[in-house]
């Protein structure tokens, strides 16, 4: 995630995530699950542009991009539930500067959808505040703040590939690995995803994420296709009958491999190329399953 200064502003793409495989280790004693996740960032973004205010006013700017269908993407949050609000708080309480800041948040991530919209729009506001306000943070000092606002903050700050673990705030980022190219399918229900993982049941045995991550590095597009998984996915199925339905849906396509992006309903393909991928989302856009996009990692 880059930030780009426009005289008195900074203007941030704040991308989405795929999880290409997610597994749920151990209920931890804080409340959270212990996890072990695969994210990718992809080419669907909201777009952050921060004004620092003298006046010391935090204020938000939040509406859906021009285009689609605003019942499909979700509700929008009032200003002080939003992320990116909460996120520019949070630093400037840790920070103590007295500044303010003007945020005009462009969305097209869909909410609700296991896509990461709010986690990125909130690390796209910690880097454009700490550009704005001159605060000179590393990213690191940043991830301090970011694991506060949520388990998917840290990984927006730098995007791309990783491994997450613990709650997903411990990243270890996979470097040298080809684009990847996918659709993806948000239909018109979202979930909650505390509902979602209350009807996860812990697997006696895990399934393991290094030969996923070997495959990946080979670029053996086949073996990458029969090693994504996704354990929170029976139990969004379990909610949600659009999950079953997306599921019946790209089994009828030639992707290489299908499955939920995090805690849903969001539901996405691995194409072989980015003319397969536009392809199969004009074939998906034609059976009326939501909103799609045909997008490529961000590496």
């Known amino acids: 995630m880059n930030v780009h200064r426009l005289a008195a502003s900074a203007v941030v793409r704040a991308p989405a995530k795929l999880n290409l495989f997610f597994e749920v280790l151990a209920k931890r004693n804080d409340g959270f699950h212990e996890i072990e996740t695969l994210m990718v960032s992809v080419s669907l973004y909201d777009t952050l542009v921060a004004t620092a205010d003298p006046g010391g006013q935090v204020s938000l700017d939040c509406r859906w991009a021009a285009h689609g269908r605003q019942d499909v993407r979700g509700r929008l949050p009032p200003e002080h539930e939003n992320l990116a ?57 940043l991830a301090n703040v970011a694991v506060e606002l949520g388990s998917d903050v840290p990984f927006f700050l730098g995007g791309g590939v990783a491994v997450c673990r613990g709650r997903g705030e411990r990243i270890e980022p996979v470097a040298g690995l080809g684009s990847l190219h996918f659709v993806v399918v948000r239909p018109p229900e979202g979930l909650s995803t505390a509902k979602v993982y209350a009807n996860c049941r812990v697997a006696p045995e895990p399934r393991p994420l290094a030969p996923l991550v070997e495959a990946l590095r080979a670029g053996d597009m086949r073996r990458i296709g029969r090693l994504i998984h996704n354990r929170l996915q029976p139990a969004a199925e379990s909610l949600s009958p659009w999950i079953g339905r997306l599921q019946w849906e790209f089994a009828r396509l030639d992707c290489l491999a299908a499955q939920m992006s995090g805690s849903g309903t969001s539901y996405f393909g691995i194409c072989r190329h980015a003319r397969h991928a536009r392809r199969v989302a004009r074939c998906l856009q034609a059976r009326g399953v939501g909103q799609v996009f045909a997008v490529s990692s961000n590496n």
């Open 85 to 141: 609000t909460r996120a520019v708080e949070l630093l400037r309480r840790r920070s103590g500067v007295e500044y303010g800041v003007k945020l005009e948040l462009i969305k097209r991530i869909p909410a609700a959808a296991g896509l990461g919209g709010g986690s990125s729009d909130a690390a796209a506001a910690l880097l454009a505040a700490n550009a704005v306000w001159k605060l000179g943070w590393g990213r690191e000092a």
